[in-house]
């Protein structure tokens, strides 16, 4: 933590949070408190600090923050005090502001600061609970400001609509500072733009590990990862999923690349995988581990409803049911494959619903279209399968309908987490039948 100010003797609080989280202790106070004995001056400080340590604890037991790891940095209980403490760019306290950010949420309470104090860490937080911003303050301060030394920070997701999201939440961040942050579309086309002969004017990196990869085994590579100071893997857990074993060696391929003395990893997910935890351990220096309430846990705003449909054909009528009855929308509606997904569509477009549909069988354009289409409210349900929608950022979504049951609780988590984010309410109702009775434990 750096050193306040000479002088500085007030400590600004948030109207009506006098009691609340830690009693943080102004220069002037702290002088007051340690008498000048020298006999007792080292108790005196040791009990301070043991006082101030169990504020701490009682500060992360509130917003459940569990934490592992040696010399761990203290949390912020504003987004004032961390602008105070960590000297962040006022370009980006004013876009924080400017983009309704008023308090942090738990992860970004405690993420912030490890990263900012230059840890490795490893963080689990529900879905829709702020990993982007935790991450994103951290690497654009650490960076500064603009150079032309090529990429300095690198970001991973497992999905090109996740980094798209990513992309743009960094530009909003970063507005007036003037960082070069790309976003890898077409991976032959890059290789020109970014290899050893371009003028290394930019800064962040964002891409999912295969557009990467393509670019690193061309001969020469196409693409320099040696000045990478920070590397984030976003949805962790997605990339480390049984089936995709390959990408172990894609991230030792990747941190290899990433050669530079000085970089620094941070690997965030949503559900605690053990895979993750036991990797992190193995090849990460003195990490800190942060998890957000209980272990897999769904988030807490979200009222959740099982509901017994007894067959396949039940799932239809108690899907016209619902929309009978009237909802809010939008709604997503989550089916186990691409054939559910389109059979479901032409069910619902019959009904004469406000309905479309995304999987992977739609080209990447008619993709952005339709979550284009339905972050502006133009569709009311949309049907996709859990994969495509892991880590799109569908706003305001009202309500999650797990049409098919999902295949794991982790996938449950990941599914409901659509909806009641960044502290807003939904509901999620899942469909079972006879079938699913035995799964029914899991979640």
């Given at each position: ?16 949070t006098?009691?609340?989280g ?11 408190d340690?008498?000048?004995s020298?006999?007792?001056k ?8 043991q006082?101030?340590q169990?504020?701490?604890n ?11 790891g040696?010399?761990l940095?203290d949390?912020?209980?504003?987004f004032e005090?961390l ?12 876009n924080?502001?400017a983009?309704?950010?008023q308090?942090?949420t ?9 990263m900012?104090?230059g840890r490795?860490l490893?963080?689990?937080?529900p879905t829709g609970s702020?990993k ?5 303050i951290?690497?654009l301060?650490h ?7 090529g990429?300095?920070?690198?970001v991973?997701?497992?999905?090109r609509?996740?980094?798209s ?11 007036g ?6 976003l890898?579309?077409?991976a032959?086309e ?8 371009s ?7 964002v891409t ?10 061309q001969?020469?590579?196409?693409i320099?990862l040696?000045r990478?100071e920070w590397l984030?893997?976003d949805e962790?857990?997605k ?6 074993t390959?990408f172990?060696?894609?991230?030792a391929t990747?941190?290899?690349?990433c050669?530079?003395h000085v ?5 965030f997910?949503?559900t605690?995988?053990h895979d ?13 581990s942060v998890s957000?309430g209980a272990?897999n846990a769904a ?8 509901l ?7 799932k ?5 049911d619902?929309v009978?009855?009237g909802f809010t929308p939008?709604?997503?509606?989550f089916?186990?494959s691409?054939?559910r997904?389109?059979?479901l569509?032409?069910e619902?477009v019959?009904?004469?619903i ?5 999987h992977?069988?739609r080209?990447q354009?008619?993709r952005d ?6 972050r ?6 949309l049907?996709c ?7 799109i950022?569908?706003k ?9 049951f ?9 599914r ?11 509901k ?13 434990r899991?979640?």
């Amino acid at each position: 933590r750096k050193k306040k100010k000479k002088g500085q003797e007030t400590v600004a609080v948030i109207p009506g949070t006098e009691n609340d989280g830690i009693l943080w202790m102004s220069t002037l106070e702290a002088k007051l408190d340690i008498p000048k004995s020298k006999g007792k001056k080292e108790p005196k400080t040791k009990k301070l600090k043991q006082v101030r340590q169990e504020q701490i604890n009682h500060f992360r037991n509130k917003h459940k923050i569990y934490i592992q790891g040696t010399d761990l940095p203290d949390p912020i209980a504003s987004f004032e005090e961390l602008g105070r403490e960590y000297k962040i760019h006022s370009k980006i306290m004013q876009n924080i502001e400017a983009a309704g950010f008023q308090i942090p949420t738990p992860i970004q309470m405690q993420a912030i600061p490890i990263m900012l104090h230059g840890r490795e860490l490893l963080a689990c937080a529900p879905t829709g609970s702020g990993k982007t911003l935790a991450f994103s303050i951290p690497i654009l301060t650490h960076l500064k400001q603009p150079m032309n030394k090529g990429f300095r920070a690198l970001v991973l997701s497992p999905t090109r609509e996740l980094a798209s999201q990513t992309h743009r939440e960094l530009l909003k961040l970063s507005e007036g500072i003037g960082f070069r942050i790309h976003l890898i579309h077409k991976a032959a086309e890059t290789a020109k733009k970014f290899g050893p002969k371009s003028s290394q004017k930019f800064d962040i990196l964002v891409t999912t590990p295969n557009r990467l990869i393509y670019l690193l085994k061309q001969d020469p590579p196409a693409i320099d990862l040696t000045r990478v100071e920070w590397l984030v893997v976003d949805e962790s857990d997605k990339l480390f999923e049984e089936g995709k074993t390959g990408f172990r060696d894609q991230l030792a391929t990747i941190f290899l690349a990433c050669s530079s003395h000085v970089v620094k990893r941070a690997m965030f997910s949503a559900t605690f995988a053990h895979d993750v935890e036991q990797w992190c351990k193995l090849n990460l220096d003195n990490i800190i581990s942060v998890s957000i309430g209980a272990r897999n846990a769904a988030v807490e705003t979200v009222d959740q409803e099982l509901l017994f449909v007894g067959s396949e054909t039940g799932k239809l009528l108690a899907m016209r049911d619902l929309v009978k009855k009237g909802f809010t929308p939008p709604a997503l509606v989550f089916v186990q494959s691409i054939e559910r997904a389109k059979e479901l569509f032409h069910e619902l477009v019959y009904e004469g619903i406000n309905v479309d549909v995304i999987h992977a069988d739609r080209t990447q354009q008619q993709r952005d279209n339709v979550v284009h289409s339905f972050r502006a409210g133009k569709i009311w349900v949309l049907i996709c399968t859990a994969l495509l929608a892991r880590g799109i950022d569908f706003k305001g979504v009202n309500m999650v309908i797990n049409f098919d049951f999902p295949s794991s609780a982790v996938e449950y988590i990941h599914r409901i987490g659509r909806t009641g984010r960044a502290g807003h309410t939904g509901k999620a109702i899942t469909f079972f039948t006879e079938d699913d009775k035995p799964l029914l434990r899991s979640i």
